[in-house]
Nanobody, 124 residues
């Protein structure tokens, strides 16, 4: 069982930056691939980025590549999402998720554990 707690969301002006954190419980964090997803009001949950358990492999949705960076610190059981050059359309609840079996995926159904989400609001 893994529990995930996101933090770092908030209100930021367009062009600003935020770093989201997701702290995981348990001793086997490095075995899990981790992903970040987001969901805006009235929209489906969408993939943002994923990272393998070792941290050596990362995946991004094309529209966010170059602005967002996923990373992890296995010693701290934490995965991060650095978000730069934020746009109003980035406003959403951001969720982290843990994949016990894969190397990271854009498919939310492949993730086994989810955090409660953190709100990111980008003002224009």
């Amino acid at each position: 069982q893994v529990q995930l707690v996101e933090s770092g969301g908030g209100l930021v002006p367009a062009g600003g930056s935020l770093r989201l954190s997701c702290a995981a419980s348990g001793r086997t964090f490095s075995r899990y691939a981790m992903g970040w997803f987001r969901q805006a009001p009235g929209k489906e949950r969408e993939f943002v980025a994923a990272i393998s358990g070792s941290g050596r492999v990362t995946y991004y949705v094309n529209s966010m590549k170059g602005r967002f960076t996923i990373s992890r610190d296995n010693a701290k059981n934490t995965v991060y999402l650095q978000m730069n050059s934020l746009k109003p359309e980035d406003t959403a609840v951001y969720y982290c998720a843990a994949d016990a079996w894969g190397e990271g995926s854009s498919n939310p159904s492949e993730y086994d554990y989810w955090g409660q989400g953190t709100q990111v609001t980008v003002s224009s």
